[in-house]
């Protein structure tokens, strides 16, 4: 794993035509849970085997210079839309991606709210349905993310990806149409509780569901809010595409090792 993720980074090096001594640090980004601090992994959802790995000394090591600085995908995310996206300025917005999985981060204050133990902004696992038939992964039933993720989108069709969930359901199909609308409300009810709980003035949304079908996922959310938020938080914020787009992650590692490495970046330690 380390050292597939320093061979890669070797390659990038080589072909900006640096080299290792040109570079002052490094930012990888990885799914959660996580501790920022001390760059180790502590368990993954959805990657077995992965237990208390130190991640960031790893790839430090093999890489042989730069200090690495580890954080979770979402907020590598977050901290790239705050710093060089759609949240620029702002300091009280949310960044979801709704993508495989459904993921997020939150900022408040001006603050990246991190919670006891690092997990907070894990937006996917807010419970929207009390359907205790849709299983999420993480061993509760009813979470975002088990209606509106691409993975559980397809597999509850019974395909490969969600984006033939969505052509079947434009097509007339009927049953991938109610897949699609019960994932819209659950995103619907998702936006609204932000709205409500956390007053943000934007919610940035990236993914690549929300990237190819932002009529399924913005605008129901843009809606809900519209129709059935608090009215003044409801008045007060914005639902936007991410400006980053799949490359928000990396973009906004980068920018988290360049302030970590100065000793700033202290909005969202
Ligand atoms: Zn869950």
């Given at each position: 794993?380390?050292?597939?993720?320093?061979?890669?980074?070797s390659?990038?090096?080589?072909?900006?035509?640096?080299?290792?001594?040109?570079?002052?640090a490094a930012?990888?980004?990885?799914?959660g849970?996580?501790d920022?601090?001390?760059?180790?992994?502590?368990i993954t959802q959805?990657?077995?085997?992965?237990?208390?790995?130190?991640?960031?000394?790893?790839?430090?090591?093999r890489?042989?210079?730069?200090?690495?600085?580890?954080?979770?995908?979402?907020?590598?995310?977050?901290?790239?839309?705050?710093?060089?996206?759609?949240a620029?300025?702002?300091?009280?917005?949310?960044?979801?991606?709704?993508?495989t999985?459904?993921?997020?981060?939150?900022?408040?204050?001006?603050?990246m709210?991190?919670g006891?133990?690092?997990?907070?902004?894990?937006?996917g696992?807010?419970?929207?349905?009390?359907?205790r038939?849709?299983?999420?992964r993480?061993g509760?039933?009813?979470c975002?993310?088990?209606?509106?993720a691409?993975?559980?989108?397809?597999?509850?069709?019974?395909?490969?990806?969600?984006?033939?969930?969505?052509?079947?359901?434009?097509?007339?199909?009927?049953?991938a149409?109610?897949?699609?609308?019960?994932?819209?409300?659950?995103l619907s009810?998702?936006?609204?509780?932000?709205?409500?709980?956390l007053?943000?003035?934007r919610?940035?949304?990236?993914?690549?569901?929300?990237?190819?079908?932002?009529?399924?996922?913005?605008?129901?959310?843009?809606?809900?809010?519209?129709?059935?938020?608090?009215?003044?938080?409801?008045?007060?914020v914005?639902?936007?595409p991410s400006?980053?787009?799949?490359d928000?992650s990396?973009?906004?590692?980068?920018l988290?090792?360049?302030?970590?490495?100065?000793?700033?970046?202290?909005?969202?330690?």
């Open positions: 794993m380390a050292g597939a993720l320093v061979a890669s980074a390659a990038a090096i080589g072909a900006s035509g640096a080299s290792l001594a040109d570079i002052a930012g990888l980004s990885a799914p849970p996580l920022h601090q001390t760059g180790v992994i502590l959805n990657i077995a085997g992965f237990k208390d790995v130190p991640l960031a000394a790893m790839v430090e090591s890489l042989g210079g730069p200090k690495v600085f580890l954080d979770r995908d979402t907020v590598m995310a977050a901290i790239g839309e705050g710093l060089a996206g759609a620029k300025r702002a300091r009280d917005f949310v960044y979801l991606t709704v993508s999985g459904v993921g997020g981060a939150i900022v408040s204050g001006g603050r709210v991190r006891a133990s690092n997990t907070a902004g894990e937006l696992h807010f419970p929207v349905g009390f359907d038939d849709v299983r999420c993480c509760s039933f009813g975002v993310e088990a209606y509106a691409g993975r559980n989108l397809a597999e509850a069709y019974g395909v490969e990806d969600a984006s033939i969930v969505y052509a079947k359901a434009a097509a007339g199909d009927a049953r149409a109610a897949l699609i609308a019960r994932a819209e409300l659950a009810n998702l936006a609204v509780g932000i709205v409500n709980a007053n943000p003035e919610i940035v949304v990236g993914g690549s569901v929300a990237e190819h079908e932002p009529g399924h996922v913005l605008e129901p959310m843009r809606r809900a809010i519209a129709e059935r938020a608090f009215k003044v938080p409801g008045a007060a914005q639902v936007v400006a980053l787009g799949g928000v990396i973009v906004g590692s980068a988290a090792a360049r302030d970590r490495a100065s000793g700033g970046g202290q909005w969202f330690l």
